[in-house]
């Protein structure tokens, strides 16, 4: 009797979840505020490489990017801006790690590992290499050498 209620319990978990599964969530994309709205494009279209897209007829005071992968960035100029922590961040990945540090420091822009030791890298267990730096309005972004 007891086999029976665990393998009912059991069946309406994996129901739950193929039920959610159904869906296919995939990350369309992350909204930030920003103070000075032509800093950060600069910034996130000559720094970090994004390609800057039509933001869908929503005024001058929002710009979108998207990335290789179809997700997008959206910037909107406020003056009601967030506390930043490095724990909250935006997470980036390159084939090219040691080349895009290279690109940090010539334009002066620091970056240091999850300890906080500048100009340098976290070397995770499982092999991936990161960094964190921060853009204009001082949000966290992590830069890895994940090969997903």
């Known amino acids: 009797m007891r086999f029976i209620a ?13 039920a959610a599964n159904t869906f296919k969530l995939r990350k369309d994309h992350d909204t930030i505020r920003v103070k000075d709205l032509k800093t950060s494009v600069n910034f996130y279209k000559d720094i970090l490489g994004l ?8 005024g001058d005071h929002i710009k979108w990017f998207q990335l290789g992968n179809k997700v997008q960035l959206h910037l909107v100029e406020s003056d009601a801006l967030i506390e930043k922590h490095k724990g909250f961040h935006s997470a ?13 420091k010539t334009n002066n822009i620091p970056f240091e590992n999850g300890k906080g030791e500048k100009d340098t ?11 964190y730096f ?3 309005d001082g949000y966290w972004i992590e830069v890895n050498d994940n090969k997903v």
């Open 6 to 18: 665990i393998l009912k319990k059991i069946l309406r978990m994996k129901n739950r979840s193929s």
């Open 51 to 58: 390609e800057q897209i039509d933001n869908g007829g929503l």
């Open 92 to 104: 980036f990945n390159t084939e090219n790690l040691t080349e895009f540090m290279e690109l940090l």
């Open 121 to 131: 890298f976290t070397n995770r267990p499982d092999g991936i290499r990161q960094i």
């Open 134 to 136: 921060k853009d204009p």
